[in-house]
């Protein structure tokens, strides 16, 4: 929880016109939306744009393919002032596993052929991790970083797995399945020291963070807009820093293969790009309508409050406390832990977030971490205390009942 425990339920955000924030988007009235953080929600505005760029595309498709990289690139200066960083650093990906996998395309084996993970990393990065390094006849160090570890502890984790072998870092920004930091500042620091590359995966910081790479100093960073910034689906940004840039390419090549970093990457055939130029429009409706200080700050209270009611419901059904220290937290996301019996594994919590869906009516995010099953509760401005009320009422004494019955299973074994 934040440092200020949030006690009351946060006041809805509302439109210019008085009308409920979750009126700008085109969500499914029947659902409960309570998972932002997974794969976001596009604004009505934004879909409407990317709709009429499609249209443009589709009708004189001739004249669009022509013209689209320019019209990339100036799509990539408005992003990076969002970011505040160089718009000659950042090019545009379909999602941050996208651009993990350009610097794992990109890199040479320098040293040992060793790439140093944490326990807490996305599992597509990390395979592609463990891919790159059998590519180069390495292996992949994985740091154990305690779920509570704080900034000095997470560093120590992770700076014992370096050596004179290390070819390369990978870090969470913000891990994924358990919703904390990662001490990617000081991390950056010690591996510009030692000069070993660090590709920090942010994929959930563009949106979450204000100027996610303020004080971060990396090689490689990866963030997708599509998340907390609203884009359409398919839009991330692949930052990337000195020297060793010059060899990321787009993993299909094209006839931009010979413009330098990052304009390579604005020609990719006939893909599909209405997704990064339709980007904009969601991120300046959420800064025009509230501002992105004001949207920030009722996020992460909301997600405290959630984190209270829901967790307090937890309590009741269980006698336990679900309350869950990560650390390092981050605005915006909390962990609440989950009854003994669901969610032990990642494809036990994938089928509980199926089951919740069609049986409970909700879209939530269930992780598992040290065969641990947690809730990660997720808020953006469409969100309200309602809905998180909702869910301690209908959905937690349901979530009970489920774990009691996988309890008393009998042993397959």
């Not at 919590?349 to 809730?375: H, I, K, N, P, Q």
């Amino acid at each position: 929880m934040s440092e200020t425990e949030v006690t009351t339920a946060p006041r809805p955000l509302l439109l210019a016109d008085g009308r409920p924030a979750a009126q700008a988007w085109s969500l499914d009235a029947a659902m409960k939306h309570l998972n932002h953080g997974s794969f976001g929600a596009v604004p009505s505005g934004a879909q409407e744009r990317q709709n009429q760029l499609r249209a443009e595309m589709d009708s004189s498709p001739v004249v669009w393919f022509p013209a689209l990289p320019q019209r990339i690139a100036a799509t990539r200066v408005e992003l990076a002032a969002f970011l505040e960083v160089a718009p000659d650093a950042l090019a545009l990906v379909p999602n941050a596993s996208a651009g993990a996998s350009v610097v794992y395309a990109g890199l040479p084996r320098r040293r040992g052929g060793e790439i140093v993970v944490t326990d807490h990393g996305y599992g597509a990065v990390t395979m592609g991790a463990e891919r790159l390094a059998r590519r180069w006849g390495g292996r992949v160090r994985t740091a154990k970083v305690p779920l509570d570890a704080d900034e000095e502890q997470a560093y120590e984790a992770v700076a014992a797995e370096f050596s004179e072998a290390t070819d390369l870092i990978v870090l969470d920004h913000i891990t994924s399945a358990t919703a904390r930091r990662m001490p990617v500042e000081r991390i950056g620091a010690e591996a510009q020291q030692r000069g070993i590359p660090l590709l920090v995966d942010g994929a959930h910081a563009p949106g979450l963070i204000a100027a996610p790479l303020d004080g971060v100093t990396c090689d490689f960073w990866v963030g997708n807009l599509h998340k907390w910034g609203c884009a359409p689906r398919g839009t991330a940004a692949l930052v990337a820093r000195g020297a060793l840039r010059e060899r990321l390419y787009p993993l299909i090549d094209s006839w931009g293969a010979a413009d330098p970093y990052p304009d390579r990457f604005d020609q990719q055939g006939t893909v599909d790009a209405t997704s990064y130029l339709a980007a904009p429009t969601a991120l300046d409706f959420i800064e025009r309508t509230w501002g992105w200080g004001t949207a920030r700050q009722y996020m992460d209270d909301l997600a405290g409050y959630a984190e209270r009611v829901v967790g307090a419901a937890f309590a009741e059904l269980t006698g336990a406390s679900s309350t869950v220290d990560v650390g390092m937290p981050i605005p915006g996301m909390r962990l609440v832990r989950l009854p003994a019996g669901l969610a032990a594994s990642r494809i036990e919590a994938d089928a509980l977030r199926d089951r919740a869906a069609r049986e409970l009516g909700v879209e939530t995010a269930f992780t598992s971490f040290g065969g641990t099953g947690y809730l990660r509760l997720s808020a953006h401005v469409y969100n309200t205390a309602a809905d998180y009320e909702h869910f301690a009422e209908e959905c937690v004494p349901v979530l009970g009942e489920w774990a009691r019955a996988a309890r008393e299973q009998p042993d397959a074994s």
